[in-house]
């Protein structure tokens, strides 16, 4: 009977666990740019920012499931902004502008490629050594994309993986 009961109390976890990870929905940019899976509806912000003394829109999609926040943000650059910097220099002055946003320290980061585009990816430490940020940048003509995932040192990376590689560019906004 014992073993009957923990067999069930197993499934029932497990049912409990995989009904959490069924709550994942695809989310279709508005101007059909990109799609990034996520859990539950995201809140959406909009908001300006300053970057080299020009405004851009940033765009904004938040999903959060406990312990993990999970955001896709995005901005257009100005077409200016690239005349002086390549690639590289974009993304790594955008991982110092996180960095400096969230009080983090880098852990470490790589510059590659996402579905042919140039891009970055690195780990940072909250201040407190109590969360870690796990981040993907992708430039896409003058379109950053920033994927940022917040989370506890203990938790599992699994859904984590799950949102960073579910992000797909559709068409690239001229």
């Given amino acids: 009977m014992l073993r009957i009961t923990m067999i069930l109390s197993v499934l029932f976890w497990a ?4 009904r959490a990870q069924d709550n994942w ?4 940019a508005p101007d059909k740019s990109f799609r990034v899976t996520g859990p539950g509806k995201p809140t959406y912000e909009k908001m300006p920012h300053r970057v080299a003394g020009k405004e851009i829109v940033v765009h904004s ?3 959060i499931e406990v312990p993990y926040a999970f955001l896709l943000g995005y901005g257009d650059y100005p077409a200016d902004y690239f005349a002086k910097r390549k690639a590289e220099d974009v993304l790594k002055l955008d991982q110092q502008r996180f960095l400096k946003n969230t009080g983090a320290k880098l852990v470490k980061d790589k510059l590659t490629t996402y579905q ?3 891009a970055a990816e690195f780990v940072a430490h ?16 003058q379109r950053l994309y920033i994927l940022a995932v917040s989370f506890p040192v203990d938790a599992d990376t699994k859904p984590v993986i799950r949102f960073l590689d579910s992000f797909h560019i559709l068409e690239e906004k001229k």
């Fill in 126 to 141: 909250s201040e407190d050594n109590q969360s870690i940020y796990q981040v993907r940048m992708v430039l896409v003509g």
């Fill in 15 to 18: 049912a409990i666990s995989a």
């Fill in 61 to 63: 999609y938040l999903f």
């Fill in 25 to 28: 929905l695809v989310l279709d």
């Fill in 116 to 118: 042919g585009k140039p």
